[in-house]
């Protein structure tokens, strides 16, 4: 299966800053991508991505995401975006559950599964995170974290379950430089593959991507484990070279 690289910008980025960056992207892109490549920027910033696509061909093969969305279909849910808004964009996928949005936002297991539920329906692929703390981690309950979280998504999404994609993200990882060493996380994908197998029989075709510090110098040797299908990236997302040195390394 194709790996797919995706940039989670978070809450960066400007008119300027995002011209410049989409711009060098584009321009150090392979003219034929063998991964599939997304850029989940703030909402805001949509439809300049549109419309810098229009005028740079090679952007035009990146997916556009968004890094969250409402549990609700539309109607009074100030400050909320719906999922056929996302789709009126063309949003391809959309991060749903990021352990910044459970941790500050406290987003439940069940929001995360509605949310997840919303994007399906529109038609846009959920890129479900999951992942455990340190104080779990230290406490030897990894796996009883995250497949309590996929469980909430699996149960509110019955035979849909292979159209999402699976982000594992160990939150203790994530902006901190520390990365899961590869065989740390492939020993927790291969327990979500197991579980996504358990539930589906198409669950060979969902992604699960590895999420926490990943960079150019770390990304081969994570995304040569059998059951790491790519990578979201956050902090190297944000500089050309280092985010396409991950694409290039998940270019089979
Ligand atoms: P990071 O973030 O690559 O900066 O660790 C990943 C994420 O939060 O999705």
Same mark, same amino acid.
């Given at each position: *299966?194709?790996?797919?690289? $995706? #940039?989670?910008?978070? *809450?960066?980025?400007?008119?300027?800053?995002?011209?410049?960056?989409? =711009?060098?992207?584009?321009?150090?892109?392979?003219?034929?991508?063998?991964?599939?490549?997304?850029?989940?920027?703030?909402? %805001?910033?949509?439809?300049?991505?549109?419309?810098?696509?229009?005028? *740079?061909?090679?952007?035009?093969?990146?997916?556009? =995401?968004?890094?969250?969305?409402?549990?609700? #279909?539309?109607?009074?849910?100030?400050?909320?975006?719906?999922?056929?808004?996302?789709?009126?964009?063309?949003?391809?996928?959309?991060?749903?559950?990021?352990?910044?949005?459970?941790?500050?936002?406290?987003?439940?297991?069940?929001?995360?599964?509605?949310? #997840?539920?919303?994007?399906?329906?529109? =038609?846009?692929? %959920?890129?479900?995170?999951?992942?455990?703390?340190?104080?779990?981690?230290?406490?030897?309950?990894?796996?009883?974290?995250?497949?309590?979280?996929?469980?909430?998504?699996?149960?509110?999404?019955?035979?849909?379950?292979?159209?999402?994609?699976?982000?594992?993200? %160990?939150?203790?990882?994530?902006?901190?430089?520390?990365?899961?060493?590869?065989?740390?996380?492939?020993?927790?994908?291969?327990?979500?593959? $197991?579980?996504?197998? #358990?539930?589906?029989?198409?669950?060979?075709?969902?992604?699960?991507?590895?999420?926490?510090? *990943?960079?150019?110098?770390?990304?081969?040797?994570?995304?040569?484990? %059998?059951?790491?299908?790519?990578?979201?990236?956050?902090?190297?997302?944000?500089?050309?070279?280092?985010?396409?040195?991950?694409?290039?390394? $998940?270019?089979?």
């Amino acid at each position: *299966m194709k790996k797919l690289i $995706a #940039a989670n910008w978070k *809450m960066n980025g400007s008119l300027a800053a995002n011209e410049a960056l989409l =711009g060098a992207i584009a321009s150090g892109l392979p003219a034929e991508l063998t991964c599939e490549v997304a850029v989940c920027i703030p909402a %805001p910033y949509w439809a300049q991505f549109r419309l810098l696509a229009a005028s *740079m061909p090679s952007l035009a093969s990146l997916a556009l =995401g968004a890094q969250d969305v409402s549990s609700h #279909a539309s109607g009074a849910f100030t400050g909320e975006v719906s999922a056929t808004m996302l789709k009126d964009f063309a949003c391809r996928y959309v991060i749903v559950g990021h352990s910044e949005r459970r941790q500050y936002h406290g987003e439940s297991d069940a929001l995360v599964a509605a949310k #997840a539920q919303q994007a399906l329906a529109a =038609g846009i692929t %959920p890129v479900v995170c999951v992942g455990e703390t340190l104080a779990e981690r230290e406490a030897g309950k990894t796996t009883e974290i995250v497949k309590r979280q996929l469980a909430a998504v699996i149960h509110a999404n019955g035979h849909c379950i292979s159209e999402i994609v699976v982000a594992y993200e %160990p939150v203790w990882a994530i902006g901190t430089g520390k990365t899961a060493s590869p065989q740390e996380a492939q020993a927790v994908h291969a327990v979500l593959r $197991a579980q996504l197998t #358990a539930a589906s029989a198409h669950a060979d075709r969902v992604k699960i991507i590895y999420g926490g510090s *990943m960079n150019g110098s770390n990304a081969a040797s994570l995304l040569a484990q %059998p059951d790491i299908d790519g990578g979201l990236i956050g902090g190297a997302s944000l500089k050309a070279t280092e985010f396409l040195t991950i694409v290039s390394a $998940a270019s089979i």
